[in-house]
């Protein structure tokens, strides 16, 4: 799995962070998710964090 944050969406809500913070950080401002592929035991957290975003700002890639 991977999981990818449209910067142009994103409101900096800090939602996925707070859920996932080893996969979403907002260092930036705005959401970015770590680029390599996301370990087995993250996948639950980070679907939980792509159904929680308000803007449905993160995508999924399985
Ligand atoms: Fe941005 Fe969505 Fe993460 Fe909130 S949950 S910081 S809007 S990507």
């Known amino acids: 799995m991977k ?3 449209d910067e142009n969406v994103c409101i900096s ?15 930036t401002g705005v959401a970015v998710a770590i680029e390599c592929e996301i370990s087995s035991d993250l996948e639950d957290s ?3 964090a792509c ?5 449905q ?3 999924i890639e399985e």
Request: proline share 3%; with cysteine.
């Open 3 to 5: 999981a990818f944050v």
């Open 13 to 27: 809500c800090g939602l996925c962070e707070g859920v996932c913070s080893d996969v979403f950080s907002l260092d």
């Open 46 to 48: 980070v679907r939980e």
């Open 51 to 55: 159904d929680g975003c308000p803007v």
């Open 57 to 59: 700002a993160i995508s």
